[in-house]
Structures are given as structure tokens and as C-alpha cells.
């Protein structure tokens, strides 16, 4: 996982073929009144895999105690 603090990142035909589309890639960070945190988030869906995404993010986000 790479986060970006570029305002306009992560940009789906910049990043998601980066590192043989492999890597998430995080930005636009913000707090959420209502859920917490809300971000934009890239994946190489061909690659990588829609569902191997978001259980790459969970879990990263579990290690760091981030989930209720």
C-alpha cells in the first residue's frame, strides 16, 4: 500500500499500474464526522483483484486498530 498526500491523487492511469499493479494506492484522506475517515483508493482490478484489494486494506487497517 502507497499513500499519497497529492490533492489529486491517486490518479486510476497514473497509479494503479504501478509495481505490476500490485499496489493499493491511498489519498484524499479526510476525517468523516460519520464514519471516521474517508479516502480515495486505487487498485489494479485485473491484477490484483477487487476482492485481494479490499482484504489487503482490512487487514492493514485491523493491524493498526483502526476497525471497531
Known amino acids: 500500500m ?3 498526500t497529492d490533492d489529486m491523487a491517486p490518479n486510476p492511469r497514473e497509479f494503479a ?3 505490476g499493479g500490485m499496489t493499493s494506492h491511498i489519498g484524499q484522506l479526510e ?3 460519520i464514519l ?3 479516502f480515495t ?3 489494479h482490478n ?3 483483484g477487487a476482492a485481494a484489494g479490499n482484504l489487503l486494506i482490512a ?3 485491523a493491524a493498526k ?3 471497531r
Open 46 to 48: 485485473t491484477l490484483r
Open 31 to 33: 476525517t468523516c464526522p
Open 59 to 61: 487487514e492493514l487497517l
Open 36 to 38: 471516521g475517515h474517508k
Open 2 to 4: 502507497q499513500c499519497h
Open 65 to 67: 486498530g483502526m476497525l
Open 17 to 19: 499500474p504501478r509495481n
Open 41 to 43: 483508493l486505487t487498485t
